[in-house]
Each structure stands twice: as C-alpha cells, then as structure tokens.
C-alpha cells in the first residue's frame, strides 16, 4: 500500500448539507486504486465525482477507517453531500491509495 496523498476536510469550517453538492477537492492529482476513509461527522455523506453534474461514486458511513478499491483519474472532481442529516462539525480524511 503506497498513499499518495491525503484529502482533509473540516466540517466547522464548511458545513456539508443535503442540499447542494460541496467541493472536497478540485482536481486529484494522481491516480487512485484506493481509499481509505475515516470520518466523525456522524453523517452518512455521499461521495461524488464530476463538474457540475456530479455522479454519486460511494456512500461514507458515520466513523470508522475503512479501506475501499475505488477508483478516480487524476484530474477527477471530488465533491461531498449529506444523505440523512447536515454534516457540521468533525472531520473527514480520505488517503489515497496507489
């Protein structure tokens, strides 16, 4: 397993809500096979991919650090939305895994 960068985010920062898709990062730069996840926000969260018509990839589960075969281009959009109630505070980290 080789990380090959880190995606952080804080949702007191900016809140993560069901109401509109939220940029995590705008382009991941390298390409990924992995990832591996861990949030606090207590949140089940959706995981997009896309410019302006984003396309649900995965669902992130409330805690935990969990290692996933997912696959992004290097170039891809990552964006965030709440599924079941507004994410505001705690912390997502997403390892990226070649």
Not at 38 to 52: K, R
Not at 61 to 85: E, H, I, R, V
Request: charged share 15%; proline share 2%; with cysteine.
């Amino acid at each position: 397993m080789t990380v090959l960068g880190t995606i952080e985010h804080n949702y007191a920062d900016t809140a993560v809500t069901t109401a509109a898709w939220v940029e995590l990062a705008a382009s991941v730069g390298v390409n990924v096979k992995e990832i591996q996840i861990f949030d606090s926000s207590g949140s089940i969260l959706q995981l997009g991919v896309g410019v302006d018509a984003e396309v649900l990839k995965m669902f992130i589960m409330p805690g935990g650090n969990t290692q996933l075969p997912c696959t992004f281009a290097q170039g891809d959009k990552l964006s965030l939305k709440a599924l079941d109630a507004n994410a505001t505070s705690g912390r997502l980290v997403i390892n990226l895994i070649g």
